[in-house]
C-alpha cells in the first residue's frame, strides 16, 4: 500500500504509487481515488504535489475529475488524448524503415488473429471498406479508407493491448500509408495491384484462413517496403 | 501554428498544441518551449492552464523542466515513468491469452530482427545470459534472467518504436514470464527443455538465420501458450 516520501520528485513518487496500486489490482477501473486531502496525510506530501499527480493521470487519460464528486480512476481508458509512441517516434528521429517494421510486426499477427476471429458482420463491413476502395477516385480519400481498412483488422483481432499500440501510433500510420500510397500511385497502373491486395488480404480473412491472411498482408507490405521513400 | 482556444478542458488544448508541433517537426528534441507567458499569450489561455500541461507533458516524459532556465523537449524520451500499456491492460481486465497473442507479435518479429542484425557484442552478451540460466539454481533469480534475455533480444533488433512499446508493457511481460515458469517448473522436468528453447533462440540468432529465429522462438511461446494458467 502507500508508503511515505523519500527523496525523487514528489508528485512523480504519487503517481508512481497510485501506478502500483493499480497493477497490484487494489484500484480498479472507476473506482474512487482518496479524497486530495487523504492522499496528502497517507503519502506526507503537500496538497499541490497531489493535485500536481492527478491532473497528470487525467491528461493521461487514467483519472477522471468529476466536479464536486472526486477523482476517479478512467473507465474508458483507451480514450487518450497522446499518441506517445509517434510523439516518441518523431523526437527520437526515427526512421522510415522502423515504422515499416513496426507494420510487419503489428500487421502480419492482427491479419492472421482476424482471420481466426472474424464475425460476420465483420466481413461485411471490411467488405464495404473494399468496395468504397475500389469504387473511390479523389486519393486523399482513397487514404482515408486504406487506415481505416487496416484498422478495422486491427479491431477484429480483438486485443485491447495490440489495439492500444495501434492507437498510439495513428499518426505514424497515417503518414505512412498516405506516403507508400503516394509512390505506389506515381505509376498509375499499379492502383489496380494495391487494391487486388487489399482484397486478398479481405478474401483471406473471409475464408478463416489465418496462414493466407497473413501471407495476403506480407506481400502488401513487401511490396509497399520495396518502393522508393518519399524522404 | 498556435491557434486561440474555443471549448474543450484548457490545458488539452494545450497539450494538443504542442503535440501538433512535434508531430510536424517544429518541435525537436532539446528544443526549449515558449516561455510560460509568452504560450499564455499566444494560446489566449491563463498562465495555471499552460502549468498544468507543461507538468502533464513531463510526467509523461515529453518536457524535461530546468530549474531557471525554462522548459524543454526531452532528450531522453524513452526514459519513463508510466506503463500506459500495462496500467491500461490492468485497467480494462484484459485476459492472459491477449499478453501472449502480444508476446507472439512483438516476440517472433524481434527474435527475426534479431538475427539479421546482431553484431559479435550482442551475440556475447546473449551467451552470457544463457549461461547463466544454465547455472542458476534461484528461480527467482533465473526469472529475471529470463525477462533479460528476451529484452535484450529486442534491443538486438534495434527498432525504437518496438522497444518503446516493450518498455511501456514491462510490468505485464514480467508477469507473464514468472507466470509460465512456475507453472512449467511444478514439473521440475521440464527445466531442461526450457533452457534448451532459448538456447535454440541463442543459436539461431547466432548463426544470422532470422527463420530459424523466429521458429525457435514460436516453439517457445507454444509451449508457453499451451501450459495451463495460473489464474
Redesign the interface.
Known sequence: MFSPVKNKKI??YV??QI?KM??E?TL??GDRLPAERELTDLLGVSRTSVR??I??????G?VESRQGEGNF??SN??N???????????????NTQ??L??R???E???AS?AAKKATEKDIEELQVLINKLRTTDDENLCAKIDKEFHYKISEIAA????M??LL??Q??MEASIIDAREMILKNPEQKDLLIKQHEDIYDSIKSHNPEEAQNAMREHLAFVNKTPKNS
Open positions: 508528485y512523480e503517481i508512481e501506478q493499480i497493477l489490482g480498479k477501473e500536481e499527480a491532473r497528470a493521470l487525467e491528461v493521461i487514467l480512476i478512467s481508458v483507451s487518450t488524448l497522446l499518441e506517445p509512441l509517434s510523439v516518441k517516434f518523431m523526437l527520437s528521429k526515427g522502423e515504422i517494421e513496426l510487419r510486426l503489428l502480419l499477427e492482427t488473429l486485443n485491447s493491448l495490440i492500444n499500440i498510439s501510433v499518426y505514424l
